[in-house]
Structure formats: C-alpha cells, structure tokens
C-alpha cells in the first residue's frame, strides 16, 4: 500500500514532539476518518526555526507530518506558505488515493499555526503582509 519512503517516515518520523517556547501553534482534523495533526513552531525574523508536530493517525498521516516539517524548517513563512499538500506528495514519492487527504490536513496544519503567528505576534513585528487561506 505505501511505498518505502513513506514507511521510512512512519518508521523514523523527524520534528515530532512540541517546540518549547513556540510561537505559532496549528491544529487540523478530519473527522470521516479521525487524524488529527498539530503542528508548532518558533518563527523569528520571519523564518521558521524550529518546527515539531504531534499526528494521531495512520502511517501517511504520520509521514505526510515528518516529510511536511522537514520541507518547511528553515523556510520563511511565505515559502512555508507556498507549500502545497502536491509537493509534501511528490516528496513521499507518491500515496495512495484514498491517503490524499492526510496531505491536505499537513498542508492544512501549517497554513493554521502560520496564521496562530501572524495573528497574536503580527503587533510584535511579524514580517510578513501574506494573507493566509
């Protein structure tokens, strides 16, 4: 059913756990089949320092949370914006049709704790004016 750099993440998930101190917190869920992704974050100077998620799911929810936050670490919130749920896919090398939605709720996940940010720290000089879906 998965391929094995989908196993490998599931197996050997990266940035799981909570940012201490983070600043910008996301949670999505899909309540048809019960994952539930969280994602935190330390953003400063507008980019993304450190990056951790929580997944209660199955192995492409828990690959499509490790493969997501490796893409974006490092990143400035605009790139992290950018990120589409298509290319945490093509990075796993593919998933399976009826898994496609657990890169939405990563997609999902990090455009909520983007917004947690630029809503309660934009006063406090978050530099970016992108508005986020």
Request: aromatic share 4%; net charge negative; hydrophobic share 40%.
């Amino acid at each position: 059913m998965y391929n094995e750099k989908v196993m490998n993440e599931f197996r050997s998930p990266a940035n799981v756990g909570e940012v201490e101190n983070a600043n910008a917190v996301g949670q999505v869920g899909n309540a048809s089949c019960g994952d539930i992704m969280k994602i935190t974050m330390r953003i400063e100077n507008n980019i993304i320092e450190e990056v951790k998620f929580q997944t209660y799911g199955c192995a492409a929810a828990v690959a499509t949370s490790s493969i997501a936050t490796k893409m974006i670490k490092g990143k400035t919130v605009d790139e992290a914006l950018a990120l589409t749920n298509r290319e945490v896919i093509d990075e796993l090398g593919g998933l399976p049709a009826q898994k496609i939605h657990c890169s939405v709720l990563a997609e999902g996940a990090i455009k909520a704790a983007i917004k947690n940010y630029l809503e309660n720290y934009k006063k406090e000089g978050a530099a970016t004016e992108t508005a986020v879906r």
